[in-house]
């Protein structure tokens, strides 16, 4: 003979349910291989961000006329002066008629944990003189080379990390904050106001997102700050697309009808029943256009209405790059890269989570 369930127990089962939903999507998405391979990703670029001036052996800024289009570890040896094991570094310079030359007679030792120039960090929050690396000497080391102003390109991939991840994160703030309102309510509320919502977000999809990126940036004009807001412009129609979508699936469901059953109408069961339930769509999005924001900067960067220079935002570095592929085709290869990389990881990333999530799963 069968035990009656009691209310408490009952209660504390279906209390326990969303704990082990929780679980399980958590579960398959640490199980999914390209999912650890985008958060390493990921992961590996937040460390760019949080230490860049401690990464970076010099600041993004700093230019040399002499050090032009250098490439990639140009005058490094394996032996010092006397047969020394080691990284050793010789001074190089590019005249317009020499080309690149490099004075072997002088070999200088690369350092770990070395004091460089100083440098201020969060604000000014942090300041200090400690580098992962540095040269021994009155010379420079430069990993990955320098640009057309003998900048050192590594320093400014490092410094950039900061403002791609920046720009795509305010985008999407932007975005999730506007449009998951939006079409939250029009989705829940329907009739006349969906209907006028979303005939104003067709026309916004109506435009591609790049397109209505760069008329925003050409309205408001060039900069940062407006890339991040046109950016989180041309991403709010595609988060009232979707969330109206995942409204009306949730809207209708048991435990709404039970709310207002309970006397709750209108907005608290909208905010306290219906978001909450429709919030995986939400993430996945979140994730994929945090790659697509990205892109979309460096396109904007590219095309000279987002960053402005010296920054060493990606997108710039790449179309100033593009000036110079036939003499340093590496001032433009190593931005891209990043570009590409970064991209990589949030898309794994906005995959994986949207296969875990999928209630089919």
């Known amino acids: 003979m069968t035990e009656p369930v009691t209310p408490n127990a009952q209660s504390g089962a279906q209390a326990a349910a969303p704990k082990r939903k929780r679980a399980r999507w958590q579960r398959r998405l640490l199980a999914n291989p390209l999912a650890r391979f985008g958060f390493t990703i990921i992961a590996f670029f937040l460390i760019i961000v949080t230490f860049a001036p401690f990464i970076a052996p010099y600041p ?3 230019q040399s006329l002499r050090t032009t289009y250098l490439p990639p570890g140009v005058g490094v040896h394996a032996r010092g002066p006397e047969g020394q094991l080691g990284i050793w570094v010789s001074p190089a310079t590019r005249t317009p008629i020499g080309g690149v030359q490099v004075d072997d007679s002088e070999r200088y030792p690369v350092r770990l944990f070395v004091r460089g120039e100083p440098y201020e960090w969060f604000g000014g929050l942090i300041k200090a003189d400690f580098r992962l690396y540095g040269v021994d000497g009155p010379v420079r080391f430069h990993l990955l080379g320098t640009d057309e102003q003998g ?6 991939l490092v410094h950039g990390a900061w403002i791609s991840l920046f720009i795509g994160l305010i985008s999407v703030t932007i975005g ?7 079409g939250a309510i029009s989705g829940f509320l329907g009739g006349t106001t969906d209907i006028v919502v979303q005939r104003i977000v067709d026309i916004l999809l109506a435009f591609p997102g790049i397109l209505l990126a ?7 004009g060039t900069g940062l700050g407006n890339v991040m807001i046109a950016v989180g412009i041309a991403s709010i129609p595609v988060y009232a697309r979707i969330v109206r979508g995942s409204v009306l699936s949730v809207k209708n469901r048991e435990y709404v009808e039970a709310a207002r059953a309970m006397g709750r109408r209108g907005m608290p069961i909208l905010f306290r029943h219906v978001i ?3 919030l995986a769509p939400i993430i996945v999005q979140s994730s994929l256009q945090m ?5 979309f900067a460096a396109g904007l960067g590219f095309l000279g209405l987002g960053a402005r220079p010296p920054q ?3 997108g710039l570095m790449l179309a100033r790059g593009r000036e110079y592929l036939a003499v340093a085709p590496h001032v433009a290869t190593f931005p891209g890269l990043a570009i590409v990389l970064v991209v990589l990881g949030f898309n794994l990333v906005g995959d994986a989570l ?8």
């Open 276 to 278: 909450p339930n429709s």
């Open 354 to 361: 949207r296969d875990a999530l999928d209630p089919r799963g």
């Open 214 to 220: 760069i008329v925003l940036v050409a309205t408001f």
């Open 151 to 156: 900048r050192d390109v590594l320093s400014r």
């Open 291 to 295: 790659a697509i924001a990205i892109l």
């Open 312 to 314: 060493p935002e990606w």
């Open 60 to 62: 993004p800024t700093d």
């Open 176 to 182: 999730v904050g506007v449009g998951v309102p939006v």
